[in-house]
């Protein structure tokens, strides 16, 4: 409280639901270690109220905020301008304010591959399934094909998103060296046998996630092997039935979506203050926290 004084900028994080995040730790904790004159808040903001909280950036002056589910594509009509990878991906999750001049960015993919490399891990090259096509499956999708993954099958519900997901598959067949290809996720015998293919499986969904937190896409543990990287972009709770399934297949890197939202804040916080994230010193406050 120390920090925060008459000429403190507020940054907000608005999705929904938004209560189980991190992310007002993990910023917070790097603004104080910084010396740095920001608070970070998060905000509970459906579509419905989505409009009214991106002018609210404009008329309370707040240097900008971060954008989660469901708002990460609905949320690009209210914004002036967007960042090449996010006019590519269609999604959103970082919004910059410039003297009123709202620019929307997404990190969400280059947080992923981060938290790969992280972990000593490296797709390029590899073939990929990722489940999935909202405003996180998207920007994945697309960063790893610009980064260099051969193969992404993408799976999708037959229901709002599929159409989107048909649009990932194109813009990557066409702008990138990576072949991807379009697939329901009601076909689960294909689902099985790309799994049985693939050196990484992501879901990109809200699965997992509260109040969803028994359900997992894939609940036979026999359509894992041990050699694939298991990888839910859910971070709470800590371990998703997913992730369960997975280990006690033995597959050998299985993790949660703890890196991905470290490494995607990393970016937004040096886009909104012009400085590096202490991410070692904040690494170490979130992952050593009680699950």
């Not at 990878?85 to 591959?113: C, E, P, S």
């Not at 813009?171 to 072949?179: F, H, L, P, W």
């Not at 499986?201 to 543990?221: F, H, I, W």
Request: glycine share 8%.
């Amino acid at each position: 409280m120390e920090r925060i004084d008459g000429h403190t900028l507020l940054i907000g994080l608005m999705a929904y639901p938004i209560r189980h995040s991190m992310s007002p730790t993990m910023h917070n904790n790097a603004f104080a270690k910084l010396g740095l004159n920001y608070a970070y808040l998060a905000f509970e903001i459906d579509n419905d109220k989505l409009e009214d909280a991106v002018q609210s950036i404009r008329t309370l002056d707040m240097r900008g905020c971060n954008i989660s589910m469901p708002n990460k594509q609905k949320i690009l009509p209210y914004l002036d301008k967007l960042s090449p990878a996010a006019k590519m991906a269609g999604a959103v999750n970082t919004v910059v304010n410039d003297n009123g001049v709202l620019t929307g960015y997404t990190t969400d993919g280059t947080g992923f591959m981060k938290s790969l490399e992280d972990e000593g891990l490296d797709i390029r090259g590899k073939k990929m399934v990722l489940a999935g096509a909202g405003g996180a499956g998207t920007p994945i999708a697309i960063q790893a094909a610009l980064d260099g993954v051969a193969e992404i099958a993408i799976f999708n519900r037959d229901d709002r998103n599929f159409e989107t997901a048909r649009q990932n598959v194109e813009i990557i067949n066409k702008e990138t060296d990576c072949k991807a290809s379009l697939h329901r996720l009601e076909d689960s015998e294909d689902f099985k046998q790309c799994l049985a293919e693939c050196d990484i499986y992501c879901d990109a969904t809200g699965a997992g996630m509260k109040p969803l937190e028994d359900v997992s896409l894939v609940n036979d543990p026999s359509w894992f092997h041990e050699d694939m990287i298991v990888y839910d972009t859910v971070y709470a709770p800590r371990e998703t039935k997913l992730m369960k399934i997975a280990k006690s297949a033995g597959v050998k890197h299985v993790h949660n979506g703890l890196g991905m939202m470290l490494e995607q804040g990393a970016e937004a916080f040096k886009l909104w203050t012009g400085k590096e994230m202490p991410v070692d010193y904040i690494r170490d406050l979130i992952f050593n926290e009680d699950k």
